[in-house]
């Protein structure tokens, strides 16, 4: 005897709304530029909370958008690869650019932050998505570059 099952699966939609012209979109040329744009975008959470967010890049390396990743506590907050990546080829971006805010205002990466680095950039590589830079930024002002000092691999 057979029954006629019906089988209902979720829709898939990828959608990535770009309302601003190539032209108009800011180009990152430096860390610095980097700092300033995410200085401007982020939330009023600076000073009290980690939060850690992502600069999408086309291939001239203006900025298509920004996204936050991950939302934590005063001593840190959790990165999902996958949500960066997924993020990331939604948007169709060509490299990527890290950021995260440390609310004590110290600038140096931690361990973990290293790692963190290391990690994203290694799976960049095999999608054809380069991190360009990991910044920590300060409430206090200032930011650390990982690009600067030497610590992500182009």
């Not at 709304?17 to 700092?35: E, F, G, H, M, T």
């Not at 744009?37 to 009290?48: K, M, P, R, S, V």
């Not at 990165?79 to 890290?98: E, G, Q």
Request: hydrophobic fraction near 40%.
């Amino acid at each position: 005897m057979c029954y006629k099952i019906d089988y209902e699966v979720a829709e898939i939609k990828l959608v990535y709304q770009n309302k601003v012209s190539a032209k108009d979109r800011p180009q990152i040329c430096s860390s610095l530029d980097a700092y300033q744009i995410f200085l401007a975008n982020w939330t009023e959470q600076l000073g009290f909370i980690e939060e850690f967010f992502i600069l999408l890049l086309d291939r001239s390396n203006r900025v298509m958008g920004h996204f936050k990743v991950s939302q934590g506590s005063m001593a840190g907050t959790i990165v999902d690869p996958k949500v960066v990546f997924a993020a990331a080829l939604k948007a169709r971006t060509s490299a990527i650019i890290l950021a995260h805010n440390h609310p004590s205002g110290n600038l140096y990466p931690s361990q973990a932050d290293k790692a963190l680095t290391q990690k994203l950039s290694k799976a960049g590589k095999l999608l054809d998505l380069p991190i360009l830079d990991h910044l920590i930024l300060s409430p206090e002002g200032g930011y650390y570059s990982f690009s600067d000092e030497g610590l992500i691999e182009h």
